[in-house]
């Protein structure tokens, strides 16, 4: 029923679009026109990100998923901002299938204070925060993936005061489930920022989160957890004219189902070095490392990135990765996805 529910309102967007776009090019053949539409785009926006691309593997394994075709995002996000401070938004994603992402209301007191409930994105490391059209590369960060939620359903705060910046949360703790233990999961994440010039920006943060969270996967991908688990991190990120720099730490303590008399250790790094060759195009490298503690293995990855803007809405990334596990031979593979964001 839900896939039917998501469905619906991915074809009533795409018609306010259409209807949307009908009155722009009205308002351009007769600008004295009224257009009552355009009169609540405070109120209802509409943003889209599309994401198609091929996954390669150079040994023909299923490295990355092997070789295949893949539709990555069809994402349909409505939001607007109401009378008093209100504001909303309602965010799905039809690729590879119907799912809910953000379905939260909030209140904007000021640029310091802004309270928001629902289903959102908790804002704790550097690596997750970006939208998938706004990521450096195709896949995000290992150790995000191990051990960070990309979705939660509770109450959060968010403001800034100069240069410095707070994200704070009470969640379910089991992404978007009902609440399973009557124990919640809190997240926080401090973040200062130094702006030297236009074009020259140093940034800076502490994330930390706490819960038990029983019954749910770590992360993306990681391994289910019996109980506690406690994750605490630092990300530094410096964009320096035409140069990027940025990296993430990352440590989690997890009571998993794997592991009954004691904590696991999941910790690990990425390092991200850029560099804008043309005004449209940044070239790449990410090296990254992650380990568990009881199981004892350390596994390292490396990926060269070619980012093209082709205009503000077009855009072609391309990856190639290479893995190297501590056990087990390399492996080696591309990814390439052109999407479209507005």
Same mark, same amino acid.
């Given at each position: ?30 600008? +004295? ?19 198609? %691309? ?12 092997? *070789? ?12 607007? *901002?109401? $009378? ?12 590879? $299938?119907? *799912? ?51 979705? $939660? ?22 992404? &978007? /489930? ?30 930390? /989160?706490?819960?038990?969270? +029983? ?8 391994? +289910? ?7 605490? %991190? ?12 940025? %990296? ?24 991200? %070095?850029?560099?804008?060759? &043309?005004?449209?195009?940044? &070239? ?9 503690? $009881? ?33 087990? /031979? ?13």
């Amino acid at each position: 029923m839900s896939k039917y529910i998501l469905s619906t309102f991915f074809i009533l967007g795409i018609i306010g679009f259409v209807l949307f776009q009908s009155e722009l090019v009205a308002q351009e053949k007769d600008p +004295e026109k009224e257009i009552g539409f355009l009169s609540q785009s405070d109120a209802f926006r509409i943003n889209f990100l599309g994401q198609a %691309g091929l996954r390669y593997s150079l040994k023909n394994d299923q490295f990355q998923g092997g *070789r295949t075709f893949e539709a990555m995002n069809a994402r349909l996000s409505f939001r607007g *901002r109401l $009378e008093s401070g209100f504001y909303y938004r309602l965010f799905f994603d039809m690729a590879p $299938e119907p *799912r809910l992402l953000d379905a939260f209301v909030g209140y904007h007191f000021d640029d310091k204070f802004r309270l928001a409930v629902g289903a959102m994105k908790p804002l704790q490391t550097l690596d997750y925060i970006p939208n998938p059209g706004r990521m450096y590369f195709v896949d995000r960060a290992q150790i995000t993936g191990l051990l960070v939620q990309s979705r $939660e359903i509770g109450i959060s705060a968010v403001g800034e005061s100069g240069s410095w910046k707070y994200f704070v949360g009470v969640f379910n703790g089991n992404k &978007l /489930s009902l609440n399973n233990n009557n124990k919640f999961y809190g997240i926080g994440r401090l973040q200062y920022s130094l702006d030297v010039s236009e074009d020259r920006k140093i940034q800076l943060a502490v994330s930390s /989160s706490h819960g038990n969270s +029983e019954g749910t996967i770590s992360g993306s991908f990681g391994p +289910e957890l019996r109980g506690k688990r406690q994750i605490y %991190g630092t990300d530094l990120k410096i964009e320096w004219g035409r140069w990027l720099l940025a %990296g993430e730490y990352l440590m989690g303590e997890l009571e998993t189902i794997d592991i009954t008399d004691r904590k696991e250790r999941i910790s690990g790094y990425y390092l991200v %070095g850029g560099y804008e060759i &043309l005004e449209n195009t940044l &070239l790449l490298s990410r090296w990254q490392s992650w380990a568990y503690r $009881e199981a004892d293995f350390r596994d390292h990855q490396f990926t060269f990135g070619l980012n093209h803007h082709f205009n503000s809405t077009v855009m072609l990334r391309f990856n190639f990765d290479a893995f190297f596990p501590e056990e087990g /031979s390399e492996q080696y593979g591309t990814s390439t996805v052109l999407q479209i964001q507005f």
